[in-house]
T-cell receptor, first 110, second 115 residues
Framework: RKEVEQDPGPFNVPEGATVAFNCTYSNSASQSFFWYRQDCRKEPKLLMSVYSSGNEDGRFTAQLNRASQYISLLIRDSKLSDSATYLCVVKGQAGTALIFGKGTTLSVSS | EAGVAQSPRYKIIEKRQSVAFWCNPISGHATLYWYQQILGQGPKLLIQFQNNGVVDDSQLPKDRFSAERLKGVDSTLKIQPAKLEDSAVYLC?????????????FGQGTRLTVV
């Protein structure tokens, strides 16, 4: 079983749509969780951290369920500029590296 | 603040040749990572340094890959000899602290094509 699993998509949605991405992780000792965004032929960049209480940043909402080892990202009112690959990222205890999922590709069309 | 610098941006070599990549992390960042990203995949950790010491190199193919960070600042990753399956983007990243939920900052990567 892979450490971090994501549905690779692609997700093709029209502008204004709401889209949700899911991710599961295998290591129950994981301590930190993130969503990174990667544009085509660019480096990954942090989109947002994910907290157990859930957190929101504008149109983006992230949720974490530690019991189910499940992470989600909800994007509301999709924009053309949201087209990218979204990487689910998990980190273990202090001193360990980021573990990336394969990424989910989103394409928003007008 | 200057970002993570990597060079070269692109490299094409023949199989069995050698290649080296260079990375200069953000000033003051103690932790440096090298990741390999094959097309259609997420980044996969190759090696993690804390200052000039290796923290994790469990996924580094040590028969052909080597990396060093001699003075705890910049780092080089070498492949010798290269195989076709080494074609990928090699990403360097750095973080300011060893622990905690700190953001990793990535360089633009070196795109390697082995023919």
């Amino acid at each position: 079983r892979k450490e971090v699993e994501q549905d690779p998509g692609p997700f093709n949605v029209p502008e204004g749509a709401t889209v949700a991405f899911n991710c599961t992780y295998s290591n129950s000792a994981s301590q930190s969780f993130f969503w990174y965004r990667q544009d085509c032929r660019k480096e990954p960049k942090l989109l947002m951290s994910v907290y157990s209480s859930g957190n929101e940043d504008g149109r983006f909402t992230a949720q974490l369920n530690r019991a189910s080892q499940y992470i989600s990202l909800l994007i509301r009112d999709s924009k053309l500029s949201d087209s990218a690959t979204y990487l689910c990222v998990v980190k273990g205890q202090a001193g360990t590296a980021l573990i990336f999922g394969k990424g989910t590709t989103l394409s928003v069309s007008s | 603040e200057a970002g993570v610098a990597q060079s070269p941006r692109y490299k094409i070599i023949e199989k069995r040749q050698s290649v080296a990549f260079w990375c200069n992390p953000i000033s003051g960042h103690a932790t440096l990572y090298w990741y390999q990203q094959i097309l259609g995949q997420g980044p996969k950790l190759l090696i993690q340094f804390q200052n000039n010491g290796v923290v994790d190199d469990s996924q580094l193919p040590k028969d052909r890959f080597s990396a060093e960070r001699l003075k705890g600042v910049d780092s080089t990753l070498k492949i010798q000899p290269a195989k076709l399956e080494d074609s990928a983007v090699y990403l360097c990243a750095s973080t300011p602290l060893r622990g905690s939920a700190t953001e990793a900052f990535f360089g633009q990567g070196t795109r390697l094509t082995v023919v």
